[in-house]
């Protein structure tokens, strides 16, 4: 969700990529159904192993797995106490989703003023 929002609000600023501690084999059918809900689609998303970005590349780390992500290369590291809305109703599943909209929209706004900036986003 993260990456969708980031790339559809913020492509000016930042180039996000997205990738997990643990990864689901699958996009969760409610997450593809509530970011329909905001008019974004998720083609071409897949849910990848953090070992499958190139991490160094990165100018930022967001992190919200719970403390699982750390700097390589010393990224800055900014941690999201966002729950992972995976086995949650769907009336919750949007909530979090409305949490993560939220949070990259504060992002892109703060980095707005700065240049543009790759992002590695992490559950």
């Known amino acids: 969700m993260a990456e969708a929002f980031a790339r ?15 990864p689901a084999h699958i996009i969760a059918p409610d997450t593809v159904r509530a970011m329909a809900e905001k008019d974004l689609k998720l083609e071409g998303q897949f849910p990848k192993s953090i070992e499958q970005v190139d991490r160094p590349g990165y100018d930022w780390i967001i992190d919200m797995s719970g403390g699982g992500l750390e700097a390589e290369t010393g990224e800055p590291v900014r941690r999201w106490d966002v729950p992972d809305p995976i086995v949650m109703d769907y009336e919750d599943h949007c909530r979090v989703r409305d949490q993560i909209e939220k949070l990259v929209m504060d992002l892109i706004l703060e980095l707005r003023t700065k240049r543009k900036r790759k992002l590695a986003i992490g559950w």
């Open 8 to 22: 559809a609000y913020g492509s000016d600023v930042l180039v996000p990529s997205s990738a997990g501690v643990y």
